[in-house]
């Protein structure tokens, strides 16, 4: 249910969805081992909002 474009070929654009989707795959693939230190930040960043309780 995609908009069709004049002069748009249908099986390209489909490769390059699915290139550009493994583009970004590979992307999240490569930052997965900043997830904990960028967690580690997070909680430094909450520590002051957090009322004690």
């Given at each position: 249910m995609s908009a069709r474009v004049g002069g748009?070929?249908?099986a390209?654009?489909?490769i390059v969805g699915i290139l550009c989707a493994?583009?970004?795959a590979a992307l999240?693939?490569?930052?997965?081992p900043a997830g904990p230190g960028l967690l580690?930040?997070?909680g430094h960043l909450?520590?002051?909002t957090v009322p004690p309780g």
């Amino acid at each position: 249910m995609s908009a069709r474009v004049g002069g748009r070929n249908r099986a390209i654009s489909w490769i390059v969805g699915i290139l550009c989707a493994a583009v970004v795959a590979a992307l999240l693939w490569l930052s997965l081992p900043a997830g904990p230190g960028l967690l580690v930040v997070v909680g430094h960043l909450l520590d002051g909002t957090v009322p004690p309780g």
